[in-house]
């Protein structure tokens, strides 16, 4: 059974930084592309950012493009940095995993396995 598991959100204030981790495992699971994702209230789920399988290509939404990070920290963890954080960036973060992908993409239909998600609020 695979398991991806979202830690590191909470509350941060307008400006500062907040670190997001997720693992994804499971017996003979390997995570290819990693992917962040998230769902302000009322809107729908969108892609934040990705990476590919050995994290050597990114890909980012224009919204976070210069204050987000998204890195690999090994085979089966990915991490998102979120610097300068803004109150547009509140919303339920979600991490997700392909297992027959890959490549950096912010296309939902990519990843088959999801995680619970995580709430991040940013403060004004």
């Known amino acids: 059974q695979v398991q991806v598991m979202e830690s590191g959100g909470g509350l941060v204030q307008a400006g500062g930084s907040l670190r997001l981790s997720c693992t994804a495992s499971?017996?003979?699971?390997?995570?290819?592309?990693m992917a962040w994702f998230r769902q302000i209230s009322g809107k729908e789920r969108e892609a934040v950012a990705s990476?590919?399988?050995?994290?050597?290509?990114t890909w980012y939404a224009d919204s976070v493009k210069g204050r987000f990070t998204i890195s690999r920290d090994n085979d089966n963890t990915v991490l998102l940095r979120m610097n300068s954080a803004k109150a547009e960036d509140t919303a339920v973060y979600y991490c997700?995993?392909?297992?027959?992908?890959?490549?950096?993409?912010?296309?939902?239909?990519?990843?088959?396995?999801w995680g619970q998600g995580i709430q991040v609020t940013v403060s004004s």
């Open positions: 997700a995993a392909a297992t027959r992908d890959v490549n950096a993409s912010g296309s939902s239909r990519k990843y088959d396995n």
């Open positions: 499971g017996r003979s699971f390997t995570p290819l592309a």
């Open positions: 990476t590919s399988w050995h994290g050597s290509n």
